[in-house]
């Protein structure tokens, strides 16, 4: 931790907020929160635990030790430093892992009190991914399709968790939401590294884009978030109406269909369409989560 001291206080909480990337912290407290709310119905301290934890703590952790396992790549990728991830000071590094480990810690200790075994065992499993995507000696974001994978469980588990530790009983109709929306991280990491193709090469690191190259790699992304979107039409009213949701995503990746190795960094210009339609499709989510509430209260 002495490295702490030759950066400024504000420096630091400035790295690690960047490098926790804020606006997707989302992505992962909305699925345990809405999990766990649907199945409980109603607030409690685990609840709010819970969500902080997957808001903030969680994700610093995911993408913190990301962007420490990842610099010789950043420092070639000209995205990065903002919405898209920190190129983290070398004198960063341990102090990102040092902090993103410490915030996590009183969290889990607290989820792990109030759980159960197979709670135990599914935040295990969550939290192996984090670390394991991008740390050595698995490094799971450098074998391809297991980094797509691994990225979407990075975004389903806090779901899978929230329905655990709140006792949900589980359906066919309840594990294809499950399926579609790892359908739709799966989709969404595989666009994602599209961008990164020529950068991650020039680093050395593998990727799905960067092993099947990124026009194939568009493709793959487009079938599995048609997939997701036909998996919806199985589920329970009014889950089937989110099947529409697909049809934005496909919107968004459809027009980089065509793009080469050479070209894929247009990708990116979809990649931050992308961050916008996360909003609006949350939303809509959102209301179609209200009406099944109302629907079996």
């Known amino acids: 931790m002495s490295d702490a001291r030759t950066l400024r206080p504000g420096a630091v909480l400035r790295q690690l907020f960047i490098a926790s990337r804020p606006v997707s912290w989302i992505n992962t407290a909305y699925p345990f929160a809405a999990a766990y709310l649907l199945t409980t119905r109603e607030i409690d301290v685990t609840l709010v635990v819970g969500t902080l934890f997957f808001l903030i703590p969680y994700n610093l952790a995911m993408y913190g030790i990301n962007d420490v396992f990842d610099y010789e790549s950043d420092l070639r990728n000209p995205r990065k430093g903002g919405t898209h991830g920190a190129v983290l000071d070398r004198r960063m590094h341990r102090i990102t892992l ?18 159960n075994p197979w709670s135990w065992l599914v935040l295990a499993v969550s939290l192996f991914f984090v670390v394991f995507y991008s740390a050595p000696p698995l490094r799971l974001k450098e074998v391809p399709f297991a980094d797509s994978a691994t990225s979407s469980i990075h975004f389903f588990s806090p779901a899978v968790y929230g329905l655990v530790l709140a006792g949900a009983t589980w359906t066919w109709q309840l594990a294809a939401v499950i399926f579609a929306f790892a359908l739709w991280g799966i989709a969404s990491h595989a666009f994602g590294a599209v961008q990164d193709v020529v950068a991650d090469r020039e680093a050395g ?22 997939g997701a979107g036909l998996v ?13 949701i ?4 496909l919107a968004t990746v459809w027009p980089f269909r065509n793009v080469t190795d ?4 247009r990708a990116t210009v979809g990649w931050r369409r ?3 339609v996360n909003q609006i499709t949350g939303f809509v989510v959102t209301l179609l989560l209200i009406w099944r509430w109302v629907l079996t209260g």
Do not use: K, N
């Open 274 to 276: 992308f961050l916008w």
């Open 246 to 249: 697909a049809v934005l995503y």
């Open 232 to 244: 919806m039409l199985v589920t329970p009213w009014p889950g089937p109406l989110a099947a529409l």
């Open 205 to 226: 690191i593998s990727s799905i884009a960067t092993a099947r190259g990124a026009r194939w790699t568009v493709w793959f992304s487009l079938v599995c978030y048609l």
């Open 262 to 265: 050479q070209t894929a960094e």
């Open 98 to 115: 040092w902090v993103a480990a410490l915030a996590c810690v009183p969290f889990v200790v607290f989820l792990v009190l109030a759980g």
